[in-house]
């Protein structure tokens, strides 16, 4: 995490003896005590920073080095400020020496001294006596106050409503709103100083304050907003920008806040009758005869339209385009937010929504405006009975296929999601069946968002979709190289260093395989749960084994199929069970060709092959025939060792009348036969040449598999007996062709005797290798018919003191 010089000055910070800290401190007091600071006190004092960090312990500090570095919180070097601040809030204040500030000199407090100010508040009244401090100088003239003093204010109270909101009175919260109300809705409209237009002409008329303008340099003809601009801003302006960047979060707090004062407020709004406050808060000059927390609602709608309408303006920098978007983010969500809070706002915001949404929705440079948009729609669009298929037609359709390559819209979008997914699953049937196109994130970028899709897939997970869904899963790595070979189309072919062009994007232009690629690349579910020609794709995309991207996905599939499977299960029948059963013995041949990935698929799928046959023992019958199939093929032993040990013990362990009544003898015969052809050609010869020899694992669950299927049809018992006994005799001739490691022998041989003395007492074999229920889940402990609860309670009432 730290490379090793970092690691190295941890460690000697932490190391350092008292002797010597003692002796540093008394050098960084002398240090401080000159009139000016250059780069050794600089120095010092991050080390000084690092020393108290890199320890869990609260050091105290000396009272003379204290006091030096509360002075310098109002030093005019920023970097000092930084430093000192950063130095006092890892340590423990000295008593009489804890920073504080009255009312008097409340307005000198900087956004570093309030970090250490809230740091040392011990306790809510504290945190609560200093807003009203904060807020009360909120109320003097701004001529009164220093220029930077309203300036800190704000964010200080942003950080108490960030950390302790409740720290905030019905009082403080009415005065702050009042005070917010004045700054977006009645700042000054004239650009501050500097504002001359005349040149080297300075007559009376050209120091005359220059109105404010937009962003396409007409003159502005409405309030100021965030989106004005000019030579320079008053302070009520700068107050202005403030006000709206901490505008949503003091809305959000304020309802959370005050609603727990419900009656106080229902007191206020007595004064005018509901049906008048509604009418009224259309105009602005009627507006002052709404309440506070109403007005501020008020102001801030009529702000947020002002945004959207400024939006439209060509602005001449490339900058102010930016400033525009991100403007348009805040109003959007600004104006959800007070449709939440007054569902009566939603009428009068939702043409002004529809407008934005129609002229943005063409250019998916504005997709991050678009989301909140989409938001807004989800949450009044049912409300206001307004058609929401095109705003989900985009987000679900266009969004996924054209910017899956763009990490902040990713981001914003699979956030979306998951802030709403129970409304999603209801409302938008659209976002279950976009799933083939949600993936497109995960197979191009895994890392970034894995962790959203931990959360997301299961869902998605539903009884239509389950099947397709698996199969996408395991053909991500193959949607991820389609995705780099789309985007390479776009720009020059690259080639490999040997100097030919890549085969896969031949492949990709091709008429003839476009119908392969297009598949993958499908917008929406329900065109089929896979294709046919998956070697043939598999084969085209060899290429692409060694990309990076590809890895990286390949290396998230397990991780998505384990959380598949765990969500499945709730939402399957025994049918689509045994279909996925019979998924996962086909698609283990067919897989993208990388060996780490074939063998952590293979994994997963022994892993809950065997927990969907422990839950559901009838799903062995039902898919008996692929099962003896995949079963009795010898060459899966060699290629698929994991997957087919799991098989050959799903069908020793389940195929038995006490699990499924249709089980009949014919069938344990049946399967008997598959598993004993298997296990007696690959212990009768040596493997195929370039093969491993079987692995023991398997050799012995087979072995245990055709003892546990004989005990259940005694007829059978005499075949496997015979054939222990002659690999008893074949082995002590001493190494065979089949297991070149004598210790694996010596295992296998070891368990064919015990399983040989077994089957010599048909029903004892048949209890040990078959044993019921009762015996493998025990409950002695509540069993009331033994002793052992007794033994329990009288434990229990021992070791317990009375």
């Excluded at 009203?132 to 001529?143: A, D, F, G, K």
């Excluded at 109300?181 to 004239?190: E, G, K, P, Q």
């Excluded at 002229?359 to 409300?383: C, K, W």
Aim: glycine share 4%.
């Amino acid at each position: 995490m730290y490379s090793h010089g970092s690691e190295s000055l941890i460690k000697q910070a932490r190391e350092i003896q008292e002797s010597e800290l003692q002796k540093f401190y008394s050098r960084l007091v002398k240090l401080l005590q000159g009139k000016e600071f250059g780069h050794e006190t600089i120095d010092s004092l991050q080390r000084l920073h690092l020393i108290l960090s890199a320890t869990k312990y609260t050091r105290t500090l000396p009272a003379e080095l204290q006091k030096r570095l509360l002075s310098l919180l109002s030093s005019p070097v920023e970097q000092l400020q930084v430093l000192s601040s950063a130095v006092l809030r890892e340590t423990l204040p000295l008593p009489g020496q804890e920073l504080n500030y009255n009312q008097e000199n409340i307005s000198q407090l900087n956004s570093y001294a309030a970090a250490l100010l809230l740091s040392q508040a011990g306790s809510r009244s504290e945190l609560s006596s200093l807003c009203s401090q904060l807020l009360r100088s909120l109320e003097s003239r701004q001529s009164e106050a220093p220029t930077h003093s309203f300036t800190h204010t704000l964010p200080i109270l942003n950080s108490v409503l960030t950390h302790s909101p409740e720290c905030l009175s019905e009082d403080h919260l009415t005065l702050l709103s009042k005070k917010l109300v004045d700054w977006l809705r009645y700042a000054s409209i004239t650009q501050g100083g500097g504002a001359s237009s005349g040149g080297f002409f300075t007559g009376p008329r050209s120091r005359q304050p220059a109105p404010i303008a937009e962003l396409d340099g007409t003159v502005s003809g409405d309030f100021f907003t965030v989106l004005c601009v000019g030579q320079g801003f008053t302070d009520d302006q700068w107050m202005n920008v403030y006000s709206f960047s901490m505008l949503r979060h003091w809305l959000l707090t304020y309802h959370s806040v005050s609603s727990g004062n419900i009656a106080a407020d229902t007191d206020d709004r007595s004064e005018v009758d509901g049906s008048v406050v509604s009418m009224v808060s259309a105009t602005s000059s009627s507006s002052r005869l709404l309440p506070p927390k109403e007005r501020l609602r008020e102001k801030a709608f009529q702000y947020c339209l002002r945004l959207i309408e400024q939006s439209d303006r060509k602005a001449h920098k490339r900058t102010d385009t930016e400033l525009q978007k991100a403007c348009l983010v805040e109003a959007v969500c600004i104006l959800d937010c007070v449709c939440v809070e007054d569902a009566s706002l939603v009428y009068r915001t939702f043409p002004c929504v529809k407008a934005l949404f129609g002229r943005l929705s063409s250019d998916l440079t504005f997709a991050r405006v678009l989301l909140p948009i989409a938001q807004f729609y989800l949450n009044h669009g049912e409300m206001a009975a307004v058609d929401c298929d095109g705003v989900w037609r985009l987000v679900f359709g266009r969004f996924p296929a054209e910017l899956f390559s763009d990490p902040f819209l990713a981001h914003e979008l699979l956030r979306f999601l998951r802030l709403n997914l129970d409304s999603l699953r209801l409302r938008v049937p659209q976002y279950i069946r976009s799933f083939p196109n949600l993936l497109k994130f995960l197979a191009w970028d895994s890392p970034a968002v894995v962790d959203d899709f931990v959360d997301l897939l299961p869902s998605l997970v539903t009884a239509e979709t389950a099947v397709e869904l698996l199969h996408t899963l395991l053909d991500l790595p193959c949607l991820s190289a389609t995705l780099v070979l789309q985007l390479r189309l776009t720009c020059t072919p690259i080639s490999e260093p040997c100097g030919r062009g890549l085969l896969s994007l031949d492949a990709f232009r091709s008429t003839s395989f476009r119908g392969l690629f297009l598949y993958l690349l499908r917008a929406e579910a329900g065109s089929g749960d896979t294709i046919d020609r998956l070697s043939t794709l598999h084969e085209m995309l060899a290429e692409a084994a060694d990309w990076p991207r590809v890895i990286q996905c390949a290396q998230t599939v397990p991780v998505m199929l384990h959380i598949f499977f765990n969500a499945v299960v709730a939402v399957a029948d025994q049918k689509l069970l045994a279909h996925l059963v019979l998924v996962m013995l086909e698609r283990s041949s067919l897989l993208f060709s990388l060996p780490a990935y074939i063998k952590e698929i293979h994994r997963v799928f022994s892993c809950h092959l065997l927990r969907l046959c422990k839950l559901h023992p009838s799903l062995v019958v039902d898919q008996s025939h692929e099962l003896l199939e995949f079963a009795g093929s010898t060459a899966n032993v060699y290629s698929k060792e994991e997957i087919y040990t799991h098989v050959v013990w799903v069908l020793g362990e389940y195929l038995s009348v006490s699990c499924d009544s249709r089980c009949s003898v014919r069938l344990i015969t049946s399967c008997f036969e598959a598993l004993e052809a298997v296990l007696f050609e690959i212990t009768s010869s040596a493997p195929p040449p370039g093969v491993a020899s079987p692995a023991p694992r398997v050799v012995t669950t087979l072995m245990s598999a055709l003892a546990k299927l004989a005990s259940r049809s005694h007829d059978l018992i005499p075949r496997v007996s015979l054939f222990l006994s002659k690999l008893r005799t074949v082995t002590r001739g001493g190494s065979v062709a089949w297991c070149s490691d004598e210790e694996d022998l010596v295992a296998i041989v070891t368990r064919g005797e015990e399983l040989w003395s077994l089957l010599k007492t048909p029903g004892v074999a048949q209890s040990v290798l078959t044993p019921p229920p009762h015996v493998t889940t025990p409950q002695w402990h509540r069993d009331t018919n033994v002793s052992t609860p007794l033994q329990l309670r009288t434990l229990t009432s021992l070791t317990h003191s009375q």
